[in-house]
C-alpha cells in the first residue's frame, strides 16, 4: 500500500531533551511538509522540503529542525528550545515540483506530550 | 503572507439540516483546497478548486469559488452523523506551500 507513516503515535519525554518524529512515505513525492496543530486549533508549517537534500522554514521553525537525505524520509528533531513541545505533529508529502496539483497527503500524525 | 480566514469557527447542525461554511481571503487565490479532519485523525483532501465561479460536487458537498477568486464556500446538505469533524481551506502559497484557514468545527445533534 502506498501512503505516509509516522511513529510512533504517542510519544513521552522529559522537558530538555531532545526528540526526534520519523516521517516515512513511498508515493514518490518530491515534497514534504511538517505541521504543528494544537488543540482546536489550525494547522502551522514548521518546515518543508521541496527536494531531497533542500529544505526551508515554515512559519514557526524555532526550536525545530529537520533533514532531508533520502526522499521518502523527512524526520523531524523538537529540541530542547523548543518552549511549547506538546502537540498533535503532522507530517505531508505531495508531488511538489511545477505539478499544478498540490493537494497534500497527511500521515496519522504523532501526539508528542512533554513534561 | 497570504492568509485564509474561516468563519464560522464552530457549527452546531442538527441532523438532517444544511449549513454552510466559509473561507474568505483579502487576496486573489490562484486555487483553493478542501481538507477534513475527523476527530483524532489526520487532515484528507477533499477538494481542489481552480477556475473563477467553478462549483463542484460530492454527493452531499457542494464547493464553490467566488468569481472574484477570494472567498469559496462549502455547503453539506441533509448533515449526517458522518459529517462530524473539522474542514479546513487551504492556498497555494509561495513555492509548494498550503496556508490553511484555522478550520470550521462541525459538531452534529442527532
Known amino acids: 500500500d502506498g501512503g505516509i507513516t509516522q511513529s510512533p503515535k504517542y510519544l513521552f519525554r522529559k522537558e530538555g531533551q531532545n526528540v526526534t518524529l520519523s516521517c516515512e512515505q513511498n508515493l514518490n513525492h518530491d515534497a514534504m511538509y511538517w505541521y504543528r496543530q494544537d488543540p482546536g486549533q489550525g494547522l502551522r508549517l514548521i518546515y518543508y522540503?521541496?527536494?531531497?537534500?533542500?529544505?526551508q522554514k515554515g512559519d514557526i521553525a524555532e526550536g525545530y529542525s529537520v533533514s532531508r537525505e533520502k526522499k521518502e524520509s523527512f524526520p523531524l528533531t523538537v529540541t530542547s528550545a523548543q518552549k511549547n513541545p506538546t502537540a498533535f505533529y503532522l507530517c505531508a508529502s505531495s508531488i511538489g515540483g511545477s505539478h499544478h496539483s498540490y493537494e497534500q497527503y497527511f500521515g496519522p500524525g504523532t501526539r508528542l506530550t512533554v513534561t | 503572507g497570504q492568509q485564509v480566514m474561516q468563519i464560522p469557527q464552530y457549527q452546531h447542525v442538527q441532523e438532517g439540516e444544511d449549513f454552510t461554511t466559509y473561507c474568505n481571503s483579502s487576496?486573489?487565490?490562484?486555487?483553493i483546497q478542501w481538507y477534513k479532519q475527523r476527530p483524532g485523525g489526520h487532515p484528507v483532501f477533499l477538494i481542489q478548486?481552480?477556475?473563477?465561479?467553478e462549483v463542484k460536487k460530492q454527493k452531499r458537498l457542494t464547493f464553490q469559488f467566488g468569481e472574484a477568486k477570494k472567498n469559496s464556500s462549502l455547503h453539506i446538505t441533509a448533515t449526517q452523523t458522518t459529517d462530524v469533524g473539522t474542514y479546513f481551506c487551504?492556498?497555494?502559497?509561495?513555492?509548494?506551500?498550503?496556508?490553511f484557514g484555522g478550520g470550521t468545527r462541525v459538531l452534529v445533534k442527532p
Open positions: 478548486l481552480v477556475k473563477s465561479g
Open positions: 522540503s521541496q527536494i531531497v537534500n533542500d529544505f
Open positions: 487576496t486573489t487565490l490562484s486555487n
Open positions: 487551504a492556498s497555494k502559497a509561495a513555492g509548494n506551500k498550503l496556508t
